[in-house]
């Protein structure tokens, strides 16, 4: 099969673990069609798909290509696609069942045989995060992890752990069968475009690194907005909360790779060692400035897109006395010599009006002369926003005088768009995520000091609400959120910069400039 013509692979086994569920059918299957179009996987490949329930192969292609469609592939994919479909085959087992292990290692053996991939195999864990561990140490004990001569790796979905001690638990487990190097454990948002070109953006211009410090700069939004509730998803996220879902992981690489100092190499190591020393060096919070540092939040009924939703407690498998929170604001410092002083405010949420991913740096203030208090209208700050999703770019807005005007002064913009136009079609993050796995880049996906330290952070503010009882602040669904957050700012002077699509719509005129209809309300 001629699958890899840009570049070459090595041979190897797929296995994923939990192949009828929502995460293999949802991203990886419609990820490895999209990579097998672009010839992205080894010409000596296999997956196993590992399910509890009774299959066949043709039942489990069958799913595959539909997954595929429902997720709307790449329409250059349907060629590639049967031919890495007819290389799916199914494997039923329970995880727990040890006497299994065995069986799948011949399995495997056999499949090694037909498509020469040498035992090299990546195990993918699509599967609920209790299994991780049983899993690991199964493989470990079947002499499937650590065989001489040919290479596995290991790849665990979040959540890992569900604090410090417990991760560390599954960290011992994980690396006690694979070694630190072969455990890829996935942050989807380090495969977001925007994140890995955040890098570029900072270190490729003479124009942004040497204004990004605390002398230029006055403060740092990073903000995930989230219009969707918590679905079916009920169970896990009453017990996860917005704390553990979404600041242990996603805003703390957010913070992280806005935050770094340039690595000394490109290599996964250099560029984590950078992150890390940004997690060691935020400002730990106290009890003392727990409540004026972190709000918390959730959800009650309201409005998305003009259709009333239900509050967070009615929805389905959630206590309807929950206590968990959907939303988290949450200021901190960085104490390093770059970022002294400097607040860093983070936010996300779910039921808010705008779904909205992006960092926005802002600059100071011009100092207090020529164009101020001389009849000129105010000036506006200086942002740059660096725009994650649904659009990708990065926006600056800087003053200019008001054509024909005599002192009018106003705020114009400079936007980049990188997937407004046609022809270009962002891959999915999982798309890179599994390349790089099959091609043993580990840059993208977090090493083990990260996740301990980004526990630690977040430990401190979980122990304090379960000690303190925090009680959450109710928002109506489609509000920007409670009104502490707001509070949160206004200590330091400062408010929530409203996102790009909404800074957007006093601006007619840009508005009709693409095709960037603004969802929900922008009003704050
Ligand atoms: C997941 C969280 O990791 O990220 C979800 O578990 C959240 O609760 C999702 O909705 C957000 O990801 P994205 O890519 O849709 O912004």
């Not at 037909?114 to 195990?123: K, L």
């Not at 997937?419 to 079609?425: A, P, Q, R, S, V």
Request: glycine share 8%.
């Amino acid at each position: 099969m001629q699958l890899s013509a840009v570049y070459k692979p090595e041979p190897c086994i797929l296995v994923v673990f939990g192949a009828t569920g929502d995460l293999t059918h949802r991203k990886l299957y419609p990820a490895l069609i999209n990579l097998a179009a672009q010839k992205r996987l080894p010409d000596q490949f296999a997956v196993v798909a590992v399910g509890r329930r009774e299959k066949n192969d043709t039942q489990v292609r069958n799913e595959a290509r539909r997954a595929a469609a429902a997720a709307g592939t790449h329409p250059s994919a349907a060629a590639g696609a049967e031919e890495l479909l007819q290389r799916i085959h199914y494997f039923q087992m329970n995880f727990e069942d040890e006497a299994a292990y065995p069986l799948l290692r011949s399995r495997l053996a056999e499949l090694d045989a037909a498509y020469n991939t040498q035992g090299n195999r990546i195990y993918f864990l699509a599967v609920a995060p209790q299994y991780f561990g049983i899993i690991a140490d199964h493989l470990y004990k079947h002499g499937m992890a650590g065989n001489q001569g040919a290479w596995q790796r290991v790849v665990v979905e979040k959540p890992f752990g569900r604090n410090l001690a417990s991760a560390r638990e599954l960290n011992a487990r994980l690396t006690q069968a694979f070694g630190e190097r072969r455990v890829y454990r996935i942050d989807h948002y380090l495969g977001k475009e925007m994140l890995q070109n955040l890098l570029v953006i900072r270190f490729a211009n003479t124009l942004f690194e040497p204004l990004w410090n605390g002398r230029f700069i006055e403060e740092v939004q990073i903000s995930i907005n989230e219009t969707v509730g918590v679905g079916s998803r009920g169970g896990y996220y009453d017990e996860a909360g917005a704390l553990r879902d979404m600041v242990q992981n996603h805003m703390l690489q957010l913070l992280t790779l806005t935050a770094m100092e340039p690595p000394v190499d490109l290599d996964a190591d250099s560029i984590r060692d950078e992150k890390v020393k940004v997690l060691r060096s935020i400002r730990p919070l106290t009890p003392e400035n727990m409540e004026s540092s972190v709000v918390r939040g959730q959800y009650g009924p309201g409005m998305i897109d003009g259709k009333p939703v239900p509050g967070y407690r009615e929805e389905e498998q959630v206590d309807p006395d929950s206590n968990t929170e959907t939303y988290v604001a949450l200021k901190l410092y960085i104490d390093n010599f770059r970022w002294s002083g400097v607040p860093f405010y983070l936010r996300t949420g779910k039921r808010l009006p705008v779904r909205s991913a992006e960092i926005v740096i802002r600059f100071r203030e011009q100092p207090g002369v020529l164009y101020f208090g001389r009849g000129y209208s105010e000036l506006g700050p200086n942002l740059l926003v660096i725009k994650i999703q649904p659009e990708e770019g990065v926006f600056l807005q800087f003053n200019a005088k008001q054509p024909g005007s005599v002192g009018d002064i106003v705020p114009v913009r400079m936007d980049y768009c990188q997937n407004c136009g046609t022809g270009f079609d962002s891959p999915e993050a999982y798309e890179r995520l599994l390349a790089d796995v099959i091609r043993g880049d580990s840059t993208l996906f977090t090493r083990w000091d990260e996740v301990e330290y980004a526990w630690e952070f977040v430990d401190r503010i979980a122990d304090y609400w379960d000690q303190a009882g925090t009680p959450v602040e109710v928002y109506p669904a489609g509000t920007w959120g409670p009104a502490g957050a707001d509070r949160l700012l206004a200590q330091n002077g400062h408010r929530w910069i409203l996102p790009f699509q909404c800074l957007l719509t006093d601006r007619p005129d840009l508005e009709k400039h693409g095709s960037r209809p603004v969802v929900g309300s922008c009003q704050l």
